[in-house]
């Protein structure tokens, strides 16, 4: 755990020096090709960084932060775009919103605030889940794969509101909801776009949808080119996913994450394509049996395609490992401290 802090500096250190590279020294090029030349060493340089870390947690963390979302918005502040853009009023901002999966919040009167129980649900239901490992060898592997699923999430949920927390802190500004109940989600649109990881479609939108939809309106209609932008965007998830697995396994992507991606693509393009029907605009169904279907879409697709390398390379197990290790070894240094 100590060489793991160590390293976690380290990478620390190394991603403020790059973000501040681009901030003093990118930002006086013009936007465009030359601006994305000035920033392909950082964004190598951030391919790499979950490298150095052995613990998954750390190394998941890295790819999430630095190769996924960082890269992709300091390709997009090339070109005068995305979250990066209009410039932050300073370093340390520049910095907070390059480096973690936040922006600030445009129109805080517009968001549905959560209420503050619901997390705290969630934290109990978290530490139970860690209690009831400990009787995992008469538990299923069906019922373990439901475990470790919504440990994921909760897990998930816990370091994206404590980053948000200690940004707020740091900057004192609003900032945007990072999730919004995706179990709650009345169609794969809502799931997606509204409701699942929104940094990720928040990013993606300007980085690939728009572009992929500017680009196909050329040649085909806008309902297709809408299709085939949705389905790009979709494909490129899925390579990133490939990429962040292949940290955590040291294994050659399967393309079963991709698939997986893929098959949602399709399914979320059919659904708006059937939604521009006539007949559908006049019928809603109701979110009683919408909820259930399109949650439950989610997870048979998961246990189907996403999870399976996940099983097949023992990463439950080690993330759950990783985490009951992490709980002790901050039990023991509180009580040491004291």
């Known amino acids: 755990m100590e060489e793991e802090l160590k390293n976690l500096i380290k990478v620390w250190v190394s991603a403020i020096i790059s973000v501040s590279y681009c901030y003093y020294l990118s930002t006086r090029i013009k ?8 920033v392909l060493p950082v964004v190598a340089l951030f391919l ?19 190769t996924w979302l960082a890269n992709f918005k300091l390709i997009l502040f090339s070109f005068d775009k995305g979250p990066l853009f209009p410039l932050p009023q300073n370093l340390s901002r520049f910095i907070y919103f390059t480096c ?47 475990l470790y699923s919504l440990h994921i999430y909760l897990e998930l949920e816990i370091l994206l509101m404590l980053v948000k927390v200690l940004v707020f802190i740091s900057l004192g500004c609003d900032l945007e909801p990072q999730s919004n109940e995706p179990y709650l989600a009345t169609s794969l649109q809502d799931f997606w776009g509204r409701r699942w990881n929104l940094m990720v479609p928040a990013i993606l939108r300007p980085a690939v949808y728009e572009p992929v939809q500017r680009i196909a309106k050329r040649k085909l209609s ?5 299709l085939l932008a949705v389905l790009a965007t979709f494909f490129v998830s899925g390579a990133v996913h490939e990429l962040i ?46 909820r259930p279907i ?4 989610v997870v048979l697709t998961s246990g189907w395609l996403f999870f399976p390398p996940l099983v097949r390379n023992g990463l439950f197990e080690r993330i759950t490992n990783e985490a009951l290790l992490s709980i002790d070894f901050v039990k023991l240094k509180f009580f040491t401290f004291w």
Request: aromatic letters at 16%; glycine letters at 6%.
């Open 31 to 38: 936007a465009g090709v030359f601006r994305l030349l000035s």
């Open 48 to 66: 790499l960084l979950p490298l150095f870390f052995s613990s998954l947690h750390l190394s998941g963390a890295a790819a999430f932060f630095f």
């Open 294 to 297: 399109t949650v439950g879409f």
């Open 100 to 146: 973690f999966p936040i922006k600030p919040q445009q129109n805080p009167k517009s968001q549905n605030q959560i209420p503050k129980w619901v997390f705290a649900i969630k934290v109990a239901v978290f530490g139970v889940l860690l209690h009831i490992y400990d009787y995992k060898q008469h538990l299923s592997p069906t019922v373990l794969l439901v």
């Open 245 to 290: 697995f292949f940290y955590g396994t040291r294994e050659m992507p399967t393309g079963e994450v991709t698939l997986f991606f893929v098959i949602h693509g399709v399914c979320t393009a059919a659904e708006v394509a059937v939604k521009k029907l006539t007949f559908v605009r006049r019928w809603k169904m109701s979110p009683l049996v919408s």
């Open 222 to 226: 806008s309902d297709q080119a809408r």
